[in-house]
């Protein structure tokens, strides 16, 4: 089976944007309307997507509640939607899963309080985020620097359903992506494991989608700049293998 793409979505504010490396002073506006592009995914074929409550994830509280409700309509029966940025509580997790929410993505949570994915993945689907630097995490918005290895997390948390791996040094730069290092986590656990930061042309979807058992492969900067569209990457994901 090839890699899925998982078009991701980042929203502020109701807006769509873009952070270099989570920088929220290096922030690109994009005018696209949310709910266009989740229909403009479904409609190239993409089976998930992937969306990033930027608000709630500097705050915890979060304006898009409304706007999130709306995204998982837009997605249709054929895709669905993790969302992350923010799940810090059993509560915030049961919330988005009221909203239709298919899976949760809890990254700085999960480091910080290893038993929540245990218990949020008793009623919804848990995605957990290895944010990292020279393959050790990076919490709190990455201004916290860990000594936890990505190895050491991915044997930690038995109940989650995927990783989600992301070199910050790469996100929002379309730089290329850590092969190496993927294809590392892809070894080392039984659990899915989505791969994000640097895509930046075809030819890294093609990279990305020659490892053998990765599961999906993020992108979010390169689509809404026009570098490729979703049908495209899809084409090249399903034509790797």
């Known amino acids: 089976m090839s890699a899925l793409l998982y078009p991701s979505i980042d929203v502020l504010g109701g807006d769509v944007v873009r952070l270099q490396q989570g920088d929220y002073d290096r922030v690109t506006n994009y005018a696209a309307s949310p709910t266009e592009l989740v229909t403009a995914y479904a409609k190239a074929g993409c089976r998930w997507l992937h969306v990033v409550d930027l608000d709630a994830a500097r705050s915890g509280d979060t304006p898009n509640l409304a ?5 998982v309509a837009h997605a249709g029966s054929d895709m669905r939607v993790q969302v992350g940025g923010g799940v810090r509580s059993v509560d915030r997790a049961r919330e988005l899963h009221r909203l239709g929410v298919h899976r949760v993505v809890i990254g700085s949570a999960a480091v910080q309080n290893p038993p929540l994915v245990s218990r949020v993945a008793s009623f919804i689907p848990v995605c957990v985020g290895l944010d990292h630097r020279d393959g050790y995490l990076a919490t709190d918005g990455w201004t916290i620097q860990s000594d936890v290895s990505v190895t050491d997390a991915l044997d930690t948390f038995t109940a989650a359903e995927a990783f989600l791996i992301t070199d910050i040094g ?7 992506p850590d092969l190496a290092g993927i294809a590392a986590a892809v070894n080392t656990t039984k659990a899915d494991v989505i791969a994000s930061g640097g895509v930046g042309s075809l030819d890294d979807i093609t990279s990305l989608g020659m490892i053998t058992g990765l599961h999906g492969v993020i992108t979010g900067r390169a689509l809404m700049e026009n570098r490729f569209t979703a049908a495209e990457a899809i084409a090249v994901l399903e034509g790797t293998r």
């Not at 790469?170 to 290329?176: A, E, P, V, Y």
């Open 67 to 71: 706007l999130i409700t709306d995204l």
């Open 170 to 176: 790469r996100d929002g730069m379309l730089t290329g």
